[in-house]
Protein backbone atom coordinates (compact mmCIF):
# COMPACT_ATOMS: atom_id res chain seq x y z
CA UNK A 1 0.00 0.00 0.00
CA UNK A 2 1.45 3.62 -0.27
CA UNK A 3 2.07 5.45 2.10
CA UNK A 4 -1.36 7.79 2.39
CA UNK A 5 -3.15 4.12 3.18
CA UNK A 6 -3.18 1.79 6.23
CA UNK A 7 -5.27 -1.47 6.32
CA UNK A 8 -6.12 -3.05 9.50
CA UNK A 9 -6.97 -6.54 9.81
CA UNK A 10 -10.04 -6.85 12.28
CA UNK A 11 -10.56 -11.07 12.59
CA UNK A 12 -11.37 -11.95 9.47
CA UNK A 13 -11.88 -8.58 8.35
CA UNK A 14 -10.28 -5.77 6.37
CA UNK A 15 -10.15 -1.73 7.33
CA UNK A 16 -9.04 0.61 4.77
CA UNK A 17 -8.19 4.18 6.33
CA UNK A 18 -7.56 6.31 3.25
CA UNK A 19 -5.46 9.88 3.98
CA UNK A 20 -4.33 11.84 1.32
CA UNK A 21 -4.86 11.43 -1.77
CA UNK A 22 -7.97 9.24 -3.12
CA UNK A 23 -7.50 7.50 -6.24
CA UNK A 24 -7.93 4.08 -8.60
CA UNK A 25 -4.46 2.99 -7.69
CA UNK A 26 -5.59 3.29 -3.66
CA UNK A 27 -8.82 0.84 -4.41
CA UNK A 28 -6.60 -1.89 -6.92
CA UNK A 29 -4.03 -1.98 -4.03
CA UNK A 30 -6.87 -2.62 -1.55
CA UNK A 31 -8.36 -5.09 -3.91
CA UNK A 32 -5.05 -7.22 -4.33
CA UNK A 33 -4.83 -7.52 -0.91
CA UNK A 34 -8.59 -8.74 -0.06
CA UNK A 35 -7.86 -11.23 -2.93
CA UNK A 36 -4.37 -12.51 -2.04
CA UNK A 37 -5.33 -13.05 1.55
CA UNK A 38 -6.58 -16.72 2.94
CA UNK A 39 -8.64 -14.90 5.11
CA UNK A 40 -10.75 -13.61 2.41
CA UNK A 41 -12.99 -16.85 2.82
CA UNK A 42 -13.62 -16.19 6.59
CA UNK A 43 -14.69 -12.65 5.50
CA UNK A 44 -17.51 -10.93 6.36
CA UNK A 45 -16.87 -7.10 6.10
CA UNK A 46 -14.67 -4.75 4.60
CA UNK A 47 -14.38 -0.83 5.22
CA UNK A 48 -12.78 1.77 3.18
CA UNK A 49 -12.81 4.89 5.34
CA UNK A 50 -12.14 8.09 3.87
CA UNK A 51 -12.90 10.49 6.26
CA UNK A 52 -9.26 11.82 5.97
CA UNK A 53 -9.05 12.39 2.63
CA UNK A 54 -7.45 15.91 1.60
CA UNK A 55 -7.39 15.09 -2.10
CA UNK A 56 -9.85 13.20 -4.81
CA UNK A 57 -7.89 12.23 -8.09
CA UNK A 58 -10.42 9.68 -9.23
CA UNK A 59 -12.71 10.04 -11.94
CA UNK A 60 -16.49 8.45 -12.48
CA UNK A 61 -15.65 6.06 -14.49
CA UNK A 62 -12.87 4.73 -12.48
CA UNK A 63 -15.25 4.65 -9.28
CA UNK A 64 -17.26 2.27 -11.81
CA UNK A 65 -13.93 0.30 -12.31
CA UNK A 66 -13.98 0.19 -8.58
CA UNK A 67 -17.11 -1.06 -7.98
CA UNK A 68 -17.19 -3.72 -10.68
CA UNK A 69 -13.80 -5.00 -8.95
CA UNK A 70 -15.85 -5.83 -5.67
CA UNK A 71 -18.64 -7.16 -7.31
CA UNK A 72 -16.80 -9.65 -9.10
CA UNK A 73 -14.66 -10.30 -6.26
CA UNK A 74 -17.71 -11.49 -4.22
CA UNK A 75 -18.53 -13.87 -6.72
CA UNK A 76 -16.13 -15.81 -4.25
CA UNK A 77 -17.28 -14.77 -1.25
CA UNK A 78 -20.85 -13.79 -1.33
CA UNK A 79 -21.54 -12.60 2.62
CA UNK A 80 -19.19 -9.91 1.96
CA UNK A 81 -20.23 -6.51 3.13
CA UNK A 82 -18.31 -3.74 2.25
CA UNK A 83 -19.25 0.11 3.68
CA UNK A 84 -17.64 3.33 2.30
CA UNK A 85 -17.29 5.75 5.31
CA UNK A 86 -17.28 9.73 3.77
CA UNK A 87 -18.25 12.81 4.99
CA UNK A 88 -17.23 13.96 2.23
CA UNK A 89 -20.42 15.17 0.18
CA UNK A 90 -18.74 15.17 -3.55
CA UNK A 91 -17.73 11.08 -2.80
CA UNK A 92 -21.12 10.13 -0.84
CA UNK A 93 -22.60 11.84 -4.15
CA UNK A 94 -20.54 9.69 -6.40
CA UNK A 95 -20.54 6.31 -4.81
CA UNK A 96 -24.37 6.83 -4.51
CA UNK A 97 -25.14 7.41 -8.08
CA UNK A 98 -23.07 4.14 -8.87
CA UNK A 99 -24.22 1.87 -6.35
CA UNK A 100 -27.51 2.95 -7.03
CA UNK A 101 -26.86 1.35 -10.62
CA UNK A 102 -25.17 -1.88 -8.95
CA UNK A 103 -28.30 -2.10 -7.02
CA UNK A 104 -29.33 -5.25 -8.77
CA UNK A 105 -26.04 -7.05 -8.24
CA UNK A 106 -25.32 -8.83 -5.17
CA UNK A 107 -22.69 -6.36 -4.23
CA UNK A 108 -23.89 -5.35 -0.63
CA UNK A 109 -22.19 -1.63 -0.31
CA UNK A 110 -23.46 1.04 1.86
CA UNK A 111 -21.96 4.06 2.76
CA UNK A 112 -21.86 5.46 6.50
CA UNK A 113 -20.84 8.86 7.96
CA UNK A 114 -19.15 6.72 10.57
CA UNK A 115 -17.20 3.75 11.45
CA UNK A 116 -18.72 2.97 14.06
CA UNK A 117 -22.07 2.99 12.26
CA UNK A 118 -20.23 1.21 9.58
CA UNK A 119 -19.51 -1.34 11.89
CA UNK A 120 -22.70 -1.34 13.42
CA UNK A 121 -24.25 -2.41 9.98
CA UNK A 122 -21.49 -5.02 9.78
CA UNK A 123 -22.39 -6.24 13.63
CA UNK A 124 -18.46 -5.94 14.26
CA UNK A 125 -17.37 -5.04 17.76
CA UNK A 126 -15.23 -1.73 17.15
CA UNK A 127 -12.33 -2.36 19.09
CA UNK A 128 -11.02 1.11 17.67
CA UNK A 129 -13.47 2.80 20.75
Known amino acids: ?45 QAFNLL ?9 PEIRVFLTLLEKAMIWNKTVKTAIISSDPKLVSYFEMF ?9 NCKIFETLDSALDWCEIENEFK
Do not use: H, P, Q
Open 52 to 60: NVKNIDLTV
Open 99 to 107: LNEFRWTSL
Open 1 to 45: MNKTTKYKWLNNNLIFEIEDTLNLNVFLEANNILLSNSRFDKMNF
